[in-house]
């Protein structure tokens, strides 16, 4: 199923939400959503920290709730909405639950093997390869991430200057 | 922690084990463990088809429980034990987890990407490597998935039999 540029903005959106919820409980700001016939089936975000799990990424999250809902580990004729560019273990999760057509925000430099570091998304040798968009609402994807981690680094700052006037 | 070739063959045992109870309930007969201080903390098999859940491989069920009984998503200091070789979701799934040390039973030549069609568990780029030997009682691991799939060809066969002396 193809999307309009305006229901890929409104499902990115959904994902920038989720997100939202990751940022709001102190978690990476990752989010995902899962979109079969233009209705979200799978939502997810990070809350690895929360959970002290690290399997817990937003698209293993939205995964598991598409396969529910769907009543199928097959997830063909669907699309995923990921605010940063999938890690190995959420690539290999698309891979295995057969999701056809992925959308991602911002890109990983880090971890991102949809295009980055590699794309095990169109190697022909696993049974099975998706289309991958990269950049969508790539500014306000990485933005999010962007201010997380520099307050992070502000608290930590703060910190370290309270800890030395203490001495 | 190094493991002695007794104790390799006794996790890689416990792992066995677990692929065993797979193939009980008709699953694709795939176990894992995970081994802290020599004690195993968690323990996996497949069970896509009877939750109808892509993501519930037999290392990420492990990893889990690993995460749950150590309450940390970091397994440091651990080694998992799978009786075939990860695919890139489960491969990812022991990089996020920090598991340094990794030994599997047969090589995987659709998806094994400890090795076989690549090495994640090896690549600097990632933030984690992990120390991979592959071969543990190989023949006794790759022997349980022949019998099983060819049970299954057998099945089929005979149903198409019965099919079109039905007709």
New interface residues.
């Given amino acids: 199923m193809a999307y309009t540029e305006t229901e890929i903005d409104q499902f990115m959106q959904a994902a920038i939400d989720e997100a939202n919820q990751a940022r709001i409980i102190g978690e990476v700001p990752i989010g995902a959503v899962i979109v079969h016939n233009g209705e979200i089936i799978g939502r997810g975000h990070n809350i690895?920290?929360h959970?002290?799990?690290?399997?817990l990424?937003a698209e293993?999250l939205a995964?598991?709730e598409a396969?529910?809902v769907a009543?199928?580990?097959?997830?063909e004729e669907t699309a995923i909405f990921i605010t940063l560019e999938p890690?190995?273990?959420?690539?290999?999760?698309i891979?295995?639950?057969?999701i056809p057509n992925v959308y991602f925000g911002a890109s990983d430099p880090?971890?991102g093997?949809t295009g980055t570091?590699m794309n095990?998304l169109t190697?022909t040798?696993?049974?099975h390869q998706a289309q991958v968009t990269g950049g969508i609402r790539e500014t306000e994807c990485a933005a999010l991430l962007q201010t997380f981690f520099k307050a992070i680094r502000a608290k930590r700052r703060l910190k370290k200057k309270n800890a030395s006037n203490l001495k």
């Fill in positions: 690895r920290e959970a002290q799990d690290a399997t990424h293993i995964i598991q396969c529910m009543k199928s580990w097959r997830l890690c190995p273990m959420c690539a290999g999760a891979i295995n639950s057969r880090k971890a093997v570091l095990l190697d040798r696993f049974n």
